[in-house]
C-alpha cells in the first residue's frame, strides 16, 4: 500500500461501487434534482479520453414526445434483433431490454461532430472516440450506483 492510497473506509466505497453497479431496466419513477444530475454529468465528463479530445456530448432529453420517437426506435430494433435471432427470437422477445418510458431522465450520449479533425491518438484506432465515450458513460454509472439511482444502458 502506497502513501496515496485512499482510506480503508473509501477503498471499500470504490470497490463496492464498482461491484454492486447493474443495468436497470424497471425504474420507480420520481425525479432527480437537479444538482445531483449535475454531479453524474460532471463525473461523466471527468472520463479519460484519447488526446484529451472529450468527444461526448451528453443530450438531455425533455420533451415527452422525443422520448416517446426514442422509445418506438428502440423498440424497432428490438424487433429486429429478435429475427435476426432466428430460433431465439421468442425467448429474446420476452427479455426487457430498456425502460425508456419510466426512467426519470433520459440522456442520450452522442459523440461531437466534426471530431475527425482530431486525430491525436486515434490516427491508427479512430474508433477510440466511442471508447472515450464509453468510459465517459461507465463513471457516469458508477457515480449513479453510489448515489442510489439506478441506470439502464440501451444501445438497441
Ligand atoms: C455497450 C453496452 C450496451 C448495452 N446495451 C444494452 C441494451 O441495449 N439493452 C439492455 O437491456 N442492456 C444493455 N446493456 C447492459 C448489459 O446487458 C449488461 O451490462 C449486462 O447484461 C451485464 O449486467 P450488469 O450490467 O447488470 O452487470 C448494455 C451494456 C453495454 C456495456
Redesign the pocket.
Known amino acids: 500500500m502506497t502513501e496515496h492510497a485512499y482510506s480503508p473506509e473509501e477503498r471499500a466505497a470504490i470497490y463496492r461501487a464498482i461491484a454492486e453497479?447493474?443495468?436497470m431496466?424497471h425504474f420507480s419513477g420520481g425525479e432527480v434534482a437537479p444538482e445531483l444530475l449535475a454531479r453524474l454529468l460532471e463525473a461523466a465528463h471527468q472520463a479519460p479520453s484519447v488526446g484529451l479530445m472529450q468527444p461526448w456530448r451528453f443530450i438531455r432529453i425533455t420533451r415527452p414526445e422525443l422520448r416517446e420517437a426514442i422509445h418506438g426506435l428502440v423498440e424497432r430494433e428490438r424487433v429486429k434483433t429478435a429475427e435476426a435471432l432466428g430460433e431465439r427470437s421468442e425467448e429474446f422477445m420476452r427479455l426487457?431490454?430498456?425502460g425508456i418510458r419510466d426512467c426519470a431522465e433520459l440522456l442520450v450520449a452522442a459523440l461531437a461532430d466534426g471530431r475527425e479533425a482530431h486525430v491525436f491518438g486515434r490516427r491508427t484506432l479512430p474508433q477510440m472516440d466511442l471508447a472515450s465515450l464509453?468510459c465517459a458513460i461507465q463513471n457516469l454509472w458508477l457515480a449513479a450506483r453510489a448515489e442510489g439511482l439506478g441506470l439502464?444502458?440501451?444501445?438497441?
Open positions: 453497479r447493474r443495468d431496466r426487457k431490454v430498456e464509453a439502464g444502458w440501451v444501445s438497441l
